[in-house]
């Protein structure tokens, strides 16, 4: 072989890690690359660098030792679990153990049952679920909590369940239920419905609760006044969800129609609760007088400052969308 040709060799092994990791310059990366166009070994060395790299046998061993550290976490979660369990089920035991030995109902042991299951959601389930640990807490635990109502509404002889859960339900719903809802697998007919479940469950649990509620009492004119109260504020929600999450327009006009139903919301709801409850025809805002400022007018002064500023607002936000589309499509042309 000749000489030269052996010393260019000698150079570019030399060259080779360089050039792999980039750190040569110019001159030497075109030397490298000229000469492995024509010298066989000198590219087999290079392919060998290639598969055979300190980064890859680390990147390779941090691999496997993250994956024995982590698989050893999970083996100590799931055996913390297990023993918590465990500790649960001593209070459990002792109540059973004192209900059956003093001649006494089982209502007290099926309290103290639930509650140590509400523990164990809140506990246990994060320890020894590899997957969605914070649904099942959720699920378990709104569970639990229902049990509890139920056992201590038996013990006090009964009929207050559905005015305890009822109400609790819906409370719980407005935290949890959008993360819930999230986190489960749906049929794909309702996979993108999400956000239109979210609301129509809220709604349900809302007019359940106000049932609920004045139907234990007896309170028909309550129930019909609630009833009243929650249409009105629902219709403003819903038509507000709606345009956000349906209307097929920018976000610069969605806000000017989200803010334009605030502002014909806000001046008369009221006088559509009177409408509907008293039967008598009104609208505050034609007693409004800007010189006086007393309770007789204040209402009206205020509704008519919302009606005139908001106004301007959401039609300002609207043109300011349509500018944007305009100027959108006219890029799109282009």
Not at 127 to 154: P, T
Not at 193 to 204: G, R
Request: charged share 15%.
């Amino acid at each position: 072989m000749d000489k030269k040709i052996i010393e260019e060799c000698d150079i570019v092994q030399d060259l080779l890690p360089l050039y792999y990791d980039d750190a040569c310059t110019e001159a030497s990366k075109e030397l490298v690359q000229q000469h492995l166009l024509t010298c066989e070994k000198c590219k087999k060395t290079y392919a060998e660098l290639k598969n055979n790299t300190i980064d890859a046998v680390i990147k390779k061993e941090s691999a496997g030792v993250l994956e024995r550290h982590a698989r050893k976490e999970r083996n100590s979660a799931y055996k913390a679990g297990i023993v918590i369990a465990l500790l649960l089920l001593i209070p459990i035991v002792i109540t059973f153990i004192v209900s059956i030995s003093s001649g006494g109902s089982l209502g007290t042991f099926m309290v103290v049952t639930a509650s140590m299951l509400l523990v164990a959601a809140l506990t246990v389930i994060p320890l020894v679920s590899n997957q969605k640990r914070i649904l099942k807490s959720i699920l378990l635990g709104i569970a639990a909590l229902l049990l509890i109502l139920f056992f201590v509404d038996r013990m006090n002889g009964g009929g207050e369940f559905l005015l305890w859960s009822i109400p609790t339900i819906f409370g719980l719903s407005i935290i949890l239920f959008p993360y819930v809802i999230r986190n489960i697998t749906l049929p794909p007919v309702l996979s993108d419905k999400k956000a239109l479940i979210t609301m129509a469950w809220d709604t349900l649990w809302l007019f359940l609760t106000i049932f609920e509620v004045c139907n234990h009492s007896g309170n028909v004119e309550g129930m019909k006044s609630g009833y009243t109260c929650a249409l009105i504020l629902m219709t403003g929600v819903w038509l507000i969800f709606l345009v956000a999450r349906y209307l097929p327009v920018n976000t610069w006009i969605k806000a000017g129609i989200i803010t334009g139903i605030g502002c014909i919301w806000t001046v008369f709801s009221n006088d559509a609760y009177v409408s509907f409850m008293e039967h008598k025809k009104q609208l505050t805002i034609l007693a409004v007088d800007f010189s006086d400022w007393s309770l007789n007018c204040l209402n009206a002064n205020v509704y008519v400052l919302i009606l005139i500023f908001g106004g301007i607002v959401s039609l300002l936000l609207i043109l300011l969308g349509i500018v944007n589309l305009k100027r959108k499509n006219n890029c799109i042309k282009l």
